[in-house]
Nanobody, 128 residues
Framework: QVQLVESGGGSVQAGGSLRLSCVVS????????MGWFRQAPGKEREGVAS????????YYADSVKGRFTISPDNAKNTLYLQMNSLKPEDTAMYYC?????????????????????WGQGTQVTVSS
């Protein structure tokens, strides 16, 4: 059974940091397209960062470049999102997602349709 379980969300002041974790089970983890998405109230879901766990390219949304880092720990079947210099506009529900198609991962890392499986989400709130 495929499962993605996020943790690490919380409330933080602007300028602070959080690290999100996503534990993946039911997959051959080392060959997955993994991504972090977020959705704020009244807004569309946005692709934040993605990586192919088999090695290679990462993708970041312009709004988080230089502040967020996506990284997999293949030994622990866990995906991380280190978020630094957080801003109030980063406030959202953050979702971990997994996809099995490497080509889609390379061509459309931001697209929700690239991902087949989703976690339940973890809330991040940044206050000014």
């Amino acid at each position: 059974q495929v499962q993605l379980v996020e943790s690490g969300g919380g409330s933080v002041q602007a300028g602070g940091s959080l690290r999100l974790s996503c534990v993946v089970s039911g997959f051959i983890y080392r060959r997955l397209c993994m991504g972090w998405f977020r959705q704020a109230p009244g807004k569309e879901r946005e692709g934040v960062a993605s990586i192919y766990t088999g090695g290679g390219s990462t993708y970041y949304a312009d709004s988080v470049k230089g502040r967020f880092t996506i990284s997999p720990d293949n030994a622990k079947n866990t995906l991380y999102l280190q978020m630094n210099s957080l801003k109030p506009e980063d406030t959202a529900m953050y979702y971990c997602a997994a996809g099995v198609d490497m080509l889609s991962c390379l061509r459309a890392p931001r697209a929700s349709t690239t991902y087949n499986y989703w976690g339940q989400g973890t809330q991040v709130t940044v206050s000014s």
